[in-house]
């Protein structure tokens, strides 16, 4: 798959904002400051399409770019980051958990986790809630090039047994914005569900 154009259509608020042209949507979920900004730009070969912020909880919207002018990614809130006040926090949750569980569009979510770490409370929670609802979605775990290429396989491993329970999770991929590694498993896995 070649991403030939890339272009910000719209933040949504809230659910009646969304597009209704009916394109499928590939969804990006991660804590804050995990990544997913600087992701979605290296798939898409763009510098500053997602802005990608040294502050965390900056992405407070549901941030939607058209790709190839026939499908959407979907930037949605990163969640974890503590020093939001609660009720932000609270809202951006409840964002995030709507538009999941009633998007007929999404055909996958894309599920960032910093490669150099376990999975956090929340990041097994988020999994598990995306296979009860039977939503298909990749690990992508970011930041690989930050950690030895002798370590990777054990990383690998590591996710590998932390996820092997969840029918959904489609595929683990070791992710770099910085080298372009994982790349293309992550598009090759979109063009499998966009199919």
């Given at each position: 798959?070649?991403?030939?154009?890339?272009?910000?259509v719209?933040?949504?608020?809230?659910?009646r904002?969304?597009p209704?042209?009916?394109?499928?949507?590939?969804?990006?979920?991660?804590?804050?400051?995990?990544?997913?900004?600087?992701?979605?730009?290296?798939?898409?070969?763009?510098?500053?399409?997602?802005?990608?912020?040294?502050?965390?909880g900056k992405?407070?919207?549901?941030?939607?770019?058209?790709i190839?002018?026939?499908?959407?990614?979907?930037?949605?809130p990163?969640?974890?980051?503590?020093?939001?006040p609660?009720q932000?926090r609270?809202?951006?949750?409840?964002?995030?958990?709507?538009?999941?569980?009633?998007?007929?569009?999404l055909?996958?979510?894309?599920?960032?986790?910093d490669?150099?770490?376990?999975?956090?409370?929340?990041?097994?929670m988020?999994?598990?809630?995306?296979?009860?609802?039977?939503?298909?979605?990749?690990?992508?775990?970011?930041?690989?090039?930050?950690?030895?290429?002798?370590?990777?396989?054990?990383?690998?491993?590591?996710?590998?047994?932390?996820f092997?329970?969840?029918?959904?999770?489609k595929e683990?991929?070791?992710?770099?914005?910085?080298?372009?590694?994982g790349?293309s498993?992550?598009?090759?896995?979109?063009?499998?569900?966009?199919?």
């Amino acid at each position: 798959m070649k991403i030939t154009s890339a272009e910000f259509v719209l933040g949504a608020a809230n659910l009646r904002q969304l597009p209704k042209d009916g394109l499928r949507e590939i969804a990006f979920l991660g804590r804050s400051n995990v990544g997913k900004s600087s992701l979605l730009n290296k798939l898409c070969g763009r510098k500053s399409l997602a802005r990608a912020s040294a502050e965390p909880g900056k992405t407070r919207e549901l941030n939607y770019y058209v790709i190839n002018r026939q499908w959407y990614f979907v930037d949605l809130p990163g969640y974890g980051y503590a020093k939001l006040p609660e009720q932000i926090r609270s809202s951006w949750g409840k964002l995030i958990e709507q538009y999941l569980k009633s998007r007929k569009e999404l055909a996958l979510v894309i599920q960032l986790i910093d490669a150099r770490h376990e999975p956090t409370e929340l990041d097994l929670m988020m999994v598990g809630w995306l296979d009860y609802y039977g939503i298909p979605f990749v690990i992508a775990l970011t930041k690989a090039d930050k950690l030895p290429a002798s370590k990777m396989p054990r990383f690998i491993s590591a996710a590998k047994e932390h996820f092997a329970g969840f029918a959904h999770c489609k595929e683990i991929i070791p992710v770099s914005s910085v080298s372009g590694v994982g790349k293309s498993e992550v598009l090759h896995c979109i063009a499998a569900h966009l199919d």
